[in-house]
């Protein structure tokens, strides 16, 4: 939901024009009308700023999936930045071997395991479910194909091309995406720096002035 930004953006829309959409799926947007994976958000996302003629991005900020997708996005050239902010980024998947297996069966059986309990129940565990697999996006019948397609892209190799400045910000108890990822990631991008906070997936609520402060002073 493009709103996760908001407390965030109170502190830069002074300086700079702060502009968070909602991906098609999620928050007040429709969902594609197909599933998509990593490469067609990155085509919308090309769209978009065409669409509102943004001809020169001077940061892009990518929480968890957006993250994973503003990677994907600049590799493919649909999207060009001076600088990127990793927030708790996903798309490290490929060392993950039990993980990715987990999520097959979780993709499979998850709606047949929990058949038997009321709707409110089921959809509650299935999120805690793909949660432990490492992933938040809240699973609604419309999304769980897209889902799956983008749990399988990795973009280890995509971040390794990269050469815009990069900060990289994770939470030391994040437990969907990992510290360790954050690190692999800012071993792989040339121009980067890795910041650990204290707090969990969300960083950029459970630490919004320290997170904006690092953020400002990268963006100068």
Known sequence: DSRTYKDLFDFFEKKYDCIALDLPGFGRSDPPKKPWNLDDY???VATFL???????????????????????????KKLSA??????????????????RLLIKVVAKTGKVLTFWLPKSWRQALQRQLYGAVG???????????TFKLTVRQ???????????????????????TPVSDGQLLASLIPKSRFEMLMGGHFIHHDQTDNVAKLIGGFLK
């Open 42 to 44: 990155s085509a919308f």
């Open 50 to 76: 065409k669409k509102i003629n943004a001809k020169t991005v001077h940061g892009v900020i990518g929480h968890s999936n957006g993250g994973g997708l503003a990677i994907r996005a600049l590799r493919l």
């Open 82 to 99: 001076k600088k990127l902010v990793l927030l708790s980024s996903a798309g490290v998947r490929n060392k993950r071997t039990f993980k």
């Open 135 to 145: 992933s938040d996006i809240l699973i609604i019948p419309e999304l769980r194909e």
């Open 154 to 176: 990795d973009i280890t190799e995509d971040a390794a091309k990269l050469r815009l400045p990069t900060l990289l910000i994770y939470g030391d108890e994040d437990k969907a």
